[in-house]
Antibody, heavy 121, light 107 residues
């Protein structure tokens, strides 16, 4: 079955670079996209970016200058790197399979459990 | 960016009640609208995509409708497991944006 699992450090210092890994199973990264969505504490969901099946990426312009999403298809892993962290980057980070196709659908059909990241000195 | 406004932000309701959550986009999104449910433990799952298509495995008591800028999610008869957060999300244009959420609470 399709599964996604996020991993990474729980506590970061301001100005540091965050590195998260999303390990997937049950599908191929060369057939499906994977997106990152974050949720600030007590707030709503914010799409950060997606790496598509072909390897191209799209980013939210709000974080584009600080964000990089890459992958290792042999390990079924997707990586998020975001630099210049600030306390407002605190929240839960989710990876999700990003599915789209003919018939006008485009949505996140499977989600990981999320990983909490705290940015504090 | 397209702004998504969900109403209400919270909704007390009873078991068996019919409820409707609304989502308004800041511009026409041509039915490119999804709904998600988030449980208190953080688990997120899709309910409806492309305005009204039910995700596989989602009970038929969930339905979606709308067009243009106005969309809604309806639960025909609330079950205990339905008390959760609900988010709409547009995919008409990048960046994908979500509504602020509606918390469905037991009355």
């Amino acid at each position: 079955q399709v599964q996604l699992e996020e991993s990474g450090p729980g506590l970061m210092q301001p100005s540091e670079t965050l590195s998260l890994t999303c390990t997937v199973s049950g599908f191929s990264l060369t057939s499906n996209g994977v997106g990152w969505v974050r949720q600030p504490l007590g707030k709503g969901l914010v799409w950060m970016g997606t790496i598509w099946a072909g390897g191209s990426t799209n980013y939210n312009s709000a974080v584009q200058s600080r964000l990089s999403i890459s992958r290792d298809t042999s390990k079924s892993q997707v990586f998020l790197k975001m630099n210049s962290l600030q306390p407002e980057d605190t929240g839960t980070y989710y990876c999700a399979r990003h599915t789209r196709g003919y018939g006008n659908y485009d949505y996140f059909d499977y989600w990981g459990q999320g990983v909490m990241v705290t940015v504090s000195s | 960016d397209i702004q998504m406004t969900q109403t209400p932000s919270s909704m007390p309701a009873s078991l068996g009640e019919r409820v409707t959550i609304s989502c308004r986009a800041s511009q026409d999104i041509s039915n490119y609208l999804n709904w998600y449910q988030q449980k208190p433990d953080g688990t997120i799952k899709p309910l409806i995509y492309y305005t009204s298509t039910l995700q596989s495995g989602v009970p038929s008591r969930f339905s979606g409708s709308g067009s243009g800028t106005d969309y809604s999610l309806t639960i025909s008869s609330l079950e205990p497991e339905d008390f959760a957060m609900y988010y709409c999300q547009q995919y008409d244009s990048s960046p994908y944006t979500f509504g602020a959420g509606t918390k469905l609470e037991l009355k």
